[in-house]
C-alpha cells in the first residue's frame, strides 16, 4: 500500500540520509527505487506505455526522494519532458502529486540562475494555458483538488528544491501525517494520470521542445564565431547501421528544431557578411541572400546565397545543432539535386554550425556530391516516397 510506504519512508528517512551516500542494500533506497514505483506500476491501466522510477540521489542522498511515472510517448527520463510525480517536501511533511516539467532541460539551457527561473515561469503559465480544457471536473474548481501555483518544498532557499517547486504544471498536495485512504490517493492518481495522458496525446498542444525553447531571445550580433577544417570522418559499418535503423523517428519537426536551424542561418549570414566586409567588398555584403525571408526565392535548394570576395556567388546549405558534435545532416531531394547539378564547381556547400546557443563553430564541406563520388562521404537513403503520379521536372 502506498500509505504504508509513505509512511514508512517518512520514518527512516532521516536516518537514512545520514548516511550521506546512496547504499543499494539499504530497505529506505528498495523502497524508493523499487518497491513505490512498483505500487504505481499496479495502479496503472495500460502499463506498459510508461516507465516507473525512483531515486534517493546520485551518490549523495537528495534532500527528499521523489517517484514518478513517466509516458514513453512524452519522456524515458526525468531530466526531460514532463511526467507525473510524487515529490516529498524537505521536512517529510508534505506528499505533492504533480505533473510538472523535467528541471535539467531548463538548466542546460538558461543556466542556474535568474534566466532559468524566468524560463519555468513562462513555460508553465503556458502549459497551464495550452490544457485548461483537458482538466476533467473531478479535479478542478475547488480548493482541496488541483492547483495552479508552484508547490512548496522547502523554506531554506535551496537552489534545486526552488527549480523543482516552479516546475509543477498542476499539483495535489497532501499532510504526510494526514493522508486520506488507499482508495482515495489512488483515485487522485488515476485521475492525474488521464489527465496526462490527454496532455501527451492531444494534437493542439505544441511540442515539449516549444516551452523549453519559448523563452530565448539569443542575441547573435558581434557573437564570436570560431571556425574549423572539416575533416570526413571513418564509421564503422556498425555505427553506420545503428544510425539507419534509428532514422525513422527524426523526421518530426519541432518549435526547437526550426529555432536551431534559424539561429544557424543567422550566424552564417552574419559570418558571411563580415569575411565580406573584410575582404573590403561591402557592396558584396549587402546582396546577402537569406532564402528563409526572400518570399520570392525561399527554396531554391540552399539557404543562403553569398559570395566570394571576386564576385563568384557560392550557395550554402546550413545544418545547425544545439550539440557540439554533428555526424549527419539530413537533406531534402531539392538540396541533394542542387548540389549534383553544381558538383564540381566548389560553389555549393554544407555549413555545419554546432553550437549554437554558446560558442558556435563553423565547418564547411565543399561540394559534396563530389566528396561523396570520391567516396570520403557516405550517402545514406532512409526511406522512400512513393507519388502516385510523375513529378514536374525541377
Known sequence: MLTDAIRNLTASWDSYRAGVTTRKDHPVHRLVVREIPEILESWTPNSAK?????????????????????????T????KGYYLVYLLSADLKTLVLEIGFGAHQFEKQYGRGKRVFEALETSVANMRLNTQHLIPRTLAGTKTRTNSVPVRLDNSGDYHLRVYERCAIYSLTYETENLPSEESLKNDYI???KLYEKMSESLL???????????????????????ERFEPRVFKKRN???????????YRHSKKSDKVGKLGEQLVVQFE??????????DLAERVNWHREDEANRTPGWDITSFEPNGDELFIEVKASEGQKISDVELTINEWIQAEKLQNTGRYRVYLVSDVFGSPVIQVIHDPAKLVSSG??????????????????I
Open 50 to 74: 510508461y516507465l516507473f522510477a525512483g531515486s534517493d540521489g546520485q551518490g549523495n542522498i537528495l534532500r527528499a526522494p521523489w517517484f514518478a511515472t513517466l509516458n514513453l510517448d512524452v
Open 76 to 79: 524515458d527520463s526525468a531530466t
Open 191 to 193: 485521475e492525474y494520470l
Open 205 to 227: 498542444l505544441a511540442d515539449v521542445d516549444a516551452y523549453v525553447y519559448e523563452s530565448i531571445d539569443e542575441p547573435i550580433e558581434n557573437k564570436e564565431i570560431r571556425v
Open 240 to 250: 553506420i547501421e545503428t544510425k539507419q535503423r534509428g532514422a525513422g523517428n527524426s
Open 273 to 282: 557578411k563580415r569575411k565580406l566586409e573584410e575582404a573590403g567588398r561591402s
Open 376 to 393: 570520403q562521404l557516405t550517402l545514406s537513403v532512409i526511406r522512400y516516397q512513393l507519388l502516385l503520379g510523375s513529378r514536374e521536372p
